[in-house]
């Protein structure tokens, strides 16, 4: 079966520092990979999407970078981190067709202070 | 972009009882898919449920189930014999069957259940 991984689980970072989010995948291979968003007390936003290696795709403007080394890892990055950039972000990942439903990690809890 | 619409921010039920959750969403588009999906205290997101908008019969999964109305765009969650583990947040989500891969979320229906 599938399996998704994120790391690290938490994170406090000061504004100005570097940022490296990873998210594996297993048991599966070429799947669409996501990166979204969620600010407290709403729901998701889609960020990033990849459906191949070094294939990126970014749905919104800002402070964020994404990449993809491998078939199964997908990294969410920033050079410098602002306040605004807390919250808690989550790695997905699906099939290649649109109707292919889409499988969360764990996600990963930022906070910048 | 479509736009999906939670109108409860917060709901109650009691234990072994049955709840309804509401979302409508906004589209000019045939073909699409609807998704609930479940956010516990851990936040992981995990599925519930989801329906094809080509499909008329109403998807079912155990104890829950949707009442989907394409021409009134409204998809509500039905759970049945609530159980003290059903208690998380609960998000719709839209995704376009022509476009984008992004998952379109409502804000969320937090729900309680009670002994």
């Known amino acids: 079966s599938q399996t998704i991984h994120q790391w690290p689980a938490t994170l406090v970072q000061p504004v100005g520092s570097p940022l490296s989010l990873e998210c594996t995948v297993e048991g599966t291979s070429n799947p669409n990979l996501y990166w979204y968003r969620q600010a407290a007390g709403r729901g998701l936003q889609l960020l990033f999407y990849s459906v191949g290696i070094g294939q990126i795709s970014s749905e919104v403007p800002q402070n964020l970078s994404a990449s993809r080394p491998q078939d199964r890892q997908f990294i969410l990055s920033s050079k410098k981190l602002l306040l605004s950039d807390s919250g808690f972000y989550l790695c997905?990942?699906?099939?290649?067709?649109?109707?292919?439903?889409?499988?969360f990690g764990p996600g990963t809890r930022l906070l910048v202070l | 972009a479509q736009t999906v619409t939670q109108s409860q921010p917060e709901m109650s039920v009691q234990e072994a009882e049955t709840v309804t959750l509401s979302c409508t969403y906004d589209t000019s588009e045939s073909d699409y898919y609807l998704f609930w999906y479940k956010q516990p205290p851990s936040r992981q997101m995990i599925l519930v449920i989801r329906q094809e908008a080509y499909k008329q019969q109403n998807a079912t999964e155990n104890r829950f189930s949707v009442n989907f109305q394409k021409a009134a765009k409204s998809f509500s969650l039905k759970i049945s014999d609530s159980q003290l583990g059903d208690a998380a947040m609960y998000f719709c989500a839209y995704r376009s069957a022509y476009s984008g891969y992004a998952l379109n979320f409502g804000k969320g229906t937090s729900l309680l259940v009670t002994p």
């Open positions: 997905a990942w699906s099939g290649g067709l649109p109707r292919e439903t889409q499988y």
